[in-house]
């Protein structure tokens, strides 16, 4: 079975502390994603990565970065954590290509206060 | 860009009974689509992924359908148990970078 497995089932932080999230898959995939999702508005992508030390910017990229030194582990960076990023992150991950399935992590429930 | 509709938001039904879920999304230009389960609290499982070129797929007690050139899905779920009870979400890939956009789900409950 895939395994995405994030870190950290539940978090709180405090307002402007550095917060790494970090998300490790185990079947050799290329794509990796991190996602947000918040009441009414759904998932939004943050950041994705198609292989290691690439990547790209999401829809909502704005206060993360994000980093994908080993193919397996992507983590998310909250630079300095602000109570707007209180939210649900979810990491999935993919092969490469049109057809093909992704598989997500069981998210991280993270607050900050 | 792409958008994507989930209808109805919530839906509640009794035991036993079949249903539908419905999906639209606005681009026809898509890879994909793939249907999600997510309990309260939880990361998302996927349930069925429908290939462009594909009408249909089925596991079990579901069956999702797809209409690209209408910019439809369906997902039918029969029989409808308890367990069932979960927010459901379709996502559609497309784009050059193989994105996938998703709709904000419906909230399935089946009352004993």
């Known amino acids: ?110 607050t900050v206060v | 860009k792409q958008e994507v509709t989930q209808i109805p938001a919530a839906l509640s039904v009794p035991e036993g009974e079949n249903l539908v879920l419905n999906c639209s999304f606005t681009d026809s230009a898509i890879y994909n689509l793939q249907w999600f389960r997510q309990d309260p609290g939880k990361g998302l499982t996927s349930l069925l992924l429908i290939q462009s070129s594909q009408r249909e ?21 029969a029989a409808s148990q308890p367990g069932d009870s979960a927010t459901y979400l379709c996502a559609v890939m497309g784009g050059s970078n193989y994105k996938l956009t998703f709709g904000k789900g419906t909230l399935l409950t089946v009352n004993p």
């Open chain 1, 1 to 110: 079975d895939v395994k995405v497995t994030q870190s950290s089932r539940y978090l709180v932080k405090r307002t402007g502390e550095k917060v790494f999230l970090e998300c490790v898959q185990d079947m050799d995939h290329e794509n990796m994603f991190w996602y947000r999702q918040d009441p009414g508005l759904g998932l939004r992508l943050i950041y994705f990565s198609y292989d290691v030390k690439m990547k790209e910017k999401g829809d909502i990229p704005e206060g993360y970065s994000v980093s994908r030194e080993k193919k397996e582990r992507f983590s998310l960076i909250l630079e300095s954590a602000s109570t707007n990023q209180t939210s649900m992150y979810l990491c999935a991950s993919s092969f490469p290509g049109a057809n093909t399935e992704a598989f997500f992590g069981q998210g991280t429930r993270l």
């Open chain 2, 57 to 77: 797929q089925t596991s079990g007690r579901l069956n999702a359908s797809l209409d690209k050139s209408s910019g439809r899905s369906t997902l039918y779920i």
